[in-house]
């Protein structure tokens, strides 16, 4: 008998809605890259097509960091070349440089050049490079974030986001707070009737279990449970997936649901 598929939804990335695109401008056929990287977290049975993402954008908050250079930038670069992202998808920096949208630009021209899993291809690149947008400020600064907030809006009528748009702190943690309640205030965290606004907010989230929860009541009085991710990287480190797959299988056809369990067995009997 065929084994029951994990539930995946709660593992969705910002980048994956079900809303059809309503193409802006013309769809780039996309590259088949799939036989250089595949999802290592992806059950093997699962037989679903990947989902192009519908109408939308990202603010990158913290955009000139080194996780953003290295990791975000490139990755965005990577979906839109397999055909993963709207034709009008749109990238918004936001850092304290006194750049301009071109300025911005080039920064992730480089870092996608030097740091991007799949080739670079021009046509690619332009498409995406339209979208971008920069907005220089500190969290402090009130006319940076309305600023922000026209930027979206100009992007919704120029590029058919559609109102949607998921905001990624990758900013240092003592920030998160700040953020968030920027974009509370701002009015960014209220998505226009039909559309959707997320929130995906960096390790370490928290630093013990009260600033935790803390931050958990904080993020939780801006955005509702289904509209924050939380990431951690080391989930896709192979120490951790060898734990996932651990749990699926014991060697005896048992299957674990309960990591905490699995741990303790798994120390007694190495
Ligand atoms: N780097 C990684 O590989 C990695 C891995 C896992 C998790 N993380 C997490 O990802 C987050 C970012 O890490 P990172 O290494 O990229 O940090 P980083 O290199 O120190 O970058 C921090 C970013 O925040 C901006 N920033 C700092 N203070 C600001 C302020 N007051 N107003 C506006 N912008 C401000 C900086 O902009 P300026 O250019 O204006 O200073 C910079 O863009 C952290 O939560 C970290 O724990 C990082």
Redesign the pocket.
């Known amino acids: 008998m065929s084994e029951e598929l994990p539930d995946t939804t709660e593992t969705e990335t910002a980048a994956e809605v079900t809303t059809p695109a309503t193409p802006a401008t013309p769809v780039l056929p996309a590259a088949d890259w799939s036989d250089e990287w595949s999802n290592p977290l992806r059950h093997p049975q699962d037989r679903r097509l990947p989902r192009i993402a519908g109408p939308s954008g990202l603010v990158i ?8 250079r ?2 975000l930038m490139p990755a965005v670069y990577d979906l839109a070349n397999r055909g993963m992202l709207p034709p009008g998808f749109s990238l918004v920096g ?4 006194d750049w301009e949208d071109q300025d911005f630009a080039q920064v992730v021209h480089d870092s996608v050049r030097e740091h991007s899993r799949t080739p670079f291809r021009e046509e690619v690149w332009q498409q995406l490079a339209e979208g971008m947008r920069f907005i220089p ?4 600064d009130d006319q940076a974030f309305k600023q922000l907030r026209s930027a979206v809006d100009e992007l919704d009528a120029s590029r058919g986001t559609n109102g949607n748009y998921a905001f990624y702190l ?4 003592k ?1 998160f707070p700040k953020v968030v309640r920027q974009l509370k205030k701002h009015g960014l965290a209220d998505a226009p009737e039909g559309s959707w606004r997320r929130a995906i907010i ?3 989230f928290g630093h013990d279990l009260s600033s935790a929860r803390e931050l958990n009541a904080l993020v939780h009085d801006v955005f509702e449970p289904d509209q924050v991710f939380r ?1 951690d ?1 080391y989930l896709g480190k192979e120490t951790v997936q060898n734990i996932l797959a651990l749990r699926d299988h014991d060697g005896r056809g048992h299957r674990h649901r309960r990591p905490r369990r699995l741990l303790r067995r798994h120390r007694r009997r190495p």
């Not at 990758?170 to 943690?173: A, F, K």
Request: charged content about 30%; proline content about 11%.
């Open positions: 908050f913290g955009v000139t960091g080194d996780l953003s290295k990791k936001f850092a304290r440089r400020g500190d969290f402090d990758s900013v240092p943690p920030f960096e390790k370490p990431i990287h």
